[in-house]
């Protein structure tokens, strides 16, 4: 198993970032010597607040080891910490040019990569915060296209779409789920017939679950009722690149291009530090309701400034140049190094649901579509495997491997099947994912840890 040994930060990185340096700082060799400020404060009080800093950090779970297997948390790559800490230096802001010029054309170019993945030669779209932020711009554009009309999401979609559709004054609907997560086309058509519905928000990946909507199905709808269809594939939409999906789910992604809205968060699986959401419009015409007028940011230049197709203005502009330096390295394509991690991680997924589908000690909810599982300890009841699931969580947490717990629809499991009965609609259950590349390379330890807690439990 790789990763035997005792535990060390890679560290050889920062000679590159010194080297790096040098050659920013030449580039600006033409300007007269500064003088000294707080800007360069004395160096032994800095180390001794930065090793204070680094003792304070000590309170946090180990997100960037593969025994955290819990929730959505991806240690950035190399290339990107330190490109984002090399932009630092500056301080680009990418709203206006006059603030980041060279940071706006690299996230141009960046963002124009990742609607490549989606097919989408003309669009328009930006870097944000994250999904949040990406997902209100979407919905925000979407209630400018369809005033007043009704916004719908599954009940199993990021509770955000509700909360944003308050602060935007839209009436929000939620359309009951299948026994995967997804949501029910059924019921959904069912609210399309009665009518006022503008916007469909299709989720390419739960977060709770990775369950990835039905998306042929719902454009079917889209071409009959004519709504504005959102994608918010924040968790789920580097999965475009990988080859080792199932068919119906493989099926949603070949058509991901056809939606009119997308979201994406590069701070999860693209190996971003937080916070680095995007959002991406199929038409670019709909720049239109941005438009504004600024007396003092946007004199220097004649071209397209990103803060006239955003709703945020100041944003960090080394979170571009960090995004821009991750895809030089590992470019957005099939069969490349990053689509690899990707598909490590899924098989992570598949392996472990298999070794918990075969095992008495657990019950299964359905096979992972990306690469979250869910799972819980069987027991007599719903009522009496929720306990159980915590008690699991904790003592695998004694030892190490890192869970995290859900309360999902009991309909999500086959209890009957699994002789357990029904005297609670929802369930609490472990759930992990598995978005590290090396949680494939350890999952016989994650098994074993996990194996000796349920032993401990009895």
Known sequence: MKGSGSFAFEKDSL???????????AGFASLPASPTSFLAPDSQAVERVLCEVAQRLHDNFPYFHPLYAGQMLKPPHPVARLAYALAQWINPNNHALDGGRASSAMEKEAVAEIAGMFGWKTHLGHLCSGGTMANLEALWVASRLRPGANVVASQ???????????????NFESI????????????LGACLAQGGVGTVVATIGTTATGSVDPLPELLDLRARHGFHLHADAAYGGYFCLVDNLATETQRAYERLGEVDSLVIDPHKHGLQPYGCGCVLFRDPGVGRFYKHDSPYTYFSSAELHLGEISLECSRPGAAAVALWATQRLLPLVKGGEFARGLMGGRDAALDLHEKLRTDERFLTGFAPELDIVVWVPRAESVSAASPRSRWLFTEAARRNLHLALAELPADFFDLAGAGMKRDRD?????RSVLMKPEHRDWMERIWEILIESAEAQG
């Open 426 to 430: 929802t369930i609490t259950c472990l």
């Open 15 to 25: 000679a590159l970032l010194r080297a790096a340096l040098e050659r920013l700082e």
């Open 176 to 187: 009951p789920c299948d026994g995967r997560g997804r949501m029910d086309v059924a019921r």
């Open 156 to 170: 199993q979609a990021h509770y955000t779409h509700q909360r944003i559709a308050g602060v935007l004054g839209l």
